[in-house]
Each structure stands twice: as C-alpha cells, then as structure tokens.
C-alpha cells in the first residue's frame, strides 16, 4: 500500500497567518498521463470531509483561493494563506493512483 | 446540486452484517464513480472500495473477503455490504462521488456491539 504522511499532526495558527501542511507519499503519485494522484481534504468540525484541492495542485468548486497545492512526486504541501476562523478543522492528504487508495493519518488545525 | 444520503442501521452485532444505502439526488449513479470511505475513532479515514459508472467495482483488499458494493440504477441508490463484522468495525461511514471526491453525504455512525 502506498504510505501517505503528514506533518505536523496539529498546528496551532493566528488568524490571518500563513499555515502549511506536508504530505509524502511513499511512492511517486505522477501517473504516466502527467497527472499526479494527490487530493487534500478539510474536515470541519461536525461536517462531513470537502475536497480542497485535487491533482496536486487544483482548487475545488467553490473553495477559496487562499488554499493552494504544490508538490513534486512523492512530496506535497497544502498551504493556507490568511487563515479564518472556518479554515479550523482536520486536513487530509489522500492518493487516488493505486488501489487501496490512502490517506494521511490528518492534520489538526485550530486557531491561536 | 449534487446529494447523498447514508442509511442504515446505528448498531450492528459482531458477527453479523452490516448494510447500508447511499440515495444520490442530481446526478445519476450511472456517470461516475461512487465510493464508501469510514472514519474510525481518532480520526483515521479508510477507502472501503467503490462501484463505477458500469457497475465494476473495486474494493480495498484489506476487507476484499467481507466486502460487497451493489446498486439499484432505478432507485440511483448504491449499498455497502459488510460482512462478519466485529468492534473493529466501528466507524462513521461515508459514500461519496469518488475520483472527484466532490460530493459526500454526512455521513452514520455504526457501532459494532452486543
């Protein structure tokens, strides 16, 4: 299976700071189409998870741009910009190039 | 807008199966990719599996001998059967519009106990 991990496992953000979350996979996610199988999702507090970002790098429907995703092969960073008091939740990186597909064991973000 | 609704019993015994409905409302099931993900306590999230628009299915191998995803394209429902169910089984289950992972429904809690 492919090993998702995430770094740090809680953060602690003033609003209006940056924040920035790691993800390594332990195996390259770039599929030979180009496209590179890593997802990020947001776990609000008694919600269900939303997607983010998908492919790396492409913000969800009606997610706001102070989200974005970076990352090469097997090393990805989700980072927030002017973090808001809704941004508080848990993160999850995910990849979708093998079966079963993984996830990272979540990252908490709360607020200063 | 796209929807979904899990259902299905909050308690299960160990041993026994358990079963439950996702009912999508806006998009049918037959276009897509439609997955069950659980979220255990203490917040890890698994891939149970998924069906696809032509009905194949694809399953995590850890469950692969317990595991069953079926669906009624009449009703665009699609179910999640697992079989031989034990404590460790306790979880809230999700169904979602996999690969784009755009949709989920909110999600039950099913506790496996006697």
């Known amino acids: 299976d492919i090993v998702m991990t995430q770094a740090p496992l809680s953060v602690s953000v003033t609003p209006g700071e940056s924040a920035s979350i790691s993800c390594r996979s332990s195996?390259?996610?770039?599929?030979?189409?180009?496209?590179?199988?890593v997802y990020w999702y947001l776990q609000k507090p008694g919600k269900s998870p939303q997607l983010l970002i998908y492919?790396?790098?492409n913000l969800a429907s009606g997610v706001p741009d102070r989200f974005s995703g970076s990352g090469s092969e097997t090393d990805f960073t989700l980072k927030i910009s002017r973090v808001e008091a809704e941004d508080v939740g848990i993160y999850y990186c995910?990849?979708?190039?093998?079966?079963?597909?993984?996830f990272g064991a979540g990252t908490k973000l709360e607020l200063k | 807008e796209v929807q979904l609704q899990e259902s299905g019993p909050g308690l299960v015994k160990p041993s026994q199966s358990l079963s439950l409905t996702c009912s999508v409302t806006g998009y049918s099931i037959t276009s897509n990719y439609w997955g069950w993900i659980r979220k255990f306590p203490g917040n890890k999230m698994e891939w149970m599996g998924y069906?696809?628009?032509?009905?194949?299915?694809s399953y995590n191998p850890s469950l692969k001998s317990r595991i069953s995803i079926t669906r009624d394209t009449s009703k665009n429902q699609f179910f999640l059967q697992l079989n031989s169910v034990t404590t460790e089984d306790t979880a809230t289950y999700y169904c979602a519009r996999w690969r784009t992972g755009d949709y989920w429904g909110q999600g039950v809690m099913v506790t496996v106990s006697s």
């Open positions: 492919r790396m790098s």
């Open positions: 995910g990849q979708l190039l093998e079966n079963p597909h993984t």
């Open positions: 069906i696809s628009y032509s009905g194949s299915t």
């Open positions: 195996k390259s996610l770039l599929h030979s189409n180009g496209i590179t199988y």
